[in-house]
């Protein structure tokens, strides 16, 4: 067996784990065309055919799986390496990457980073807004603040707060239609798109405004939010980012819209680097002072 690069070692556990090329090509920031050139070193430097496609994609071969298994060690280690070298730098300052939803990035922790910056001027947040949840114990991102409890191993979790969502609409709309009630009869609906359904804000909404038109759906809550303030419509939306909106009005009918719990996550390993432990102090700290406003009370 000839020398082989790390890189390539990577492109193989991608496949394993993407069962497909531009999967494992998005998920290491390369073209296809590189990570099939990867894969072809790869199996010529182990003398082994790794993969084979068939209609569920690319599967590894008995060689392939055991390459990934040790791939995947070998990709834990230098995270617990690199963990370990962070972890001897007794400073609170340096980047920690944040991720989380884009409506808590915008109405929650962008408007705190002037205080977390007075107490800790050496931290630089580096904050994704990605709706994939990004792997903590592979370090694509130091913190989860996330509407769902993070299940992937090794994490430190805890519920840091709840994000209370409600029924809004322009008030110049409401001024042209009846007086909101059970089925929203004569109303029009924002809406998200049609099939998504992965919270349940979705079939509430769709139940409680059964008889109403529908005048927009899209997945981007600032969209919905932009097309209610517009007076498109009603939309249901988190209540902190409608807090402090005057051109908006709360609608009450019925059963209140369902509640998501607010989750903070880090990998216990990072968890114990300074700046990871200070920034996560804050955001609970944040969560906890902000309780009212994330809630809609």
Known sequence: MKGVDWDDL?????????????????????????????LERLEAAMGAKLFQRDNRGLLPTSAGEKLAVHAARMEAEVADLRTALDAADLGVEGIVALTTTDVLA???????????????PGIVVEVATDIRTLNLSRREADIALRLARPEQAALLARKVGTVGYALYAERGYLDTRPKPADGLEGHVLVDWPEDYTVIPQVSWLRKIARSAATGLRANSAHLRHQAARAGLGIACLPCVMVAGDDG???????????????????????????????????????AETEKARLQGR
């Open 10 to 38: 990577k492109i193989g556990l991608k496949v394993a784990e993407a069962r497909s090329l531009s999967g494992a090509a998005r998920a290491l920031g390369v073209d296809v065309a590189t990570a099939a050139r990867r």
């Open 106 to 120: 915008c109405h929650l922790i962008g408007p705190a980073l002037p205080a977390l910056r007075t107490r800790h």
């Open 248 to 286: 908006l009005v709360r609608i009450d009918i019925g059963d209140k819209a369902p509640a998501l719990d607010l989750w903070l996550a880090a990998h216990r390993d990072q968890s114990r680097i300074p700046r990871v432990r200070a920034t996560l102090d804050f955001v609970a700290e944040l």
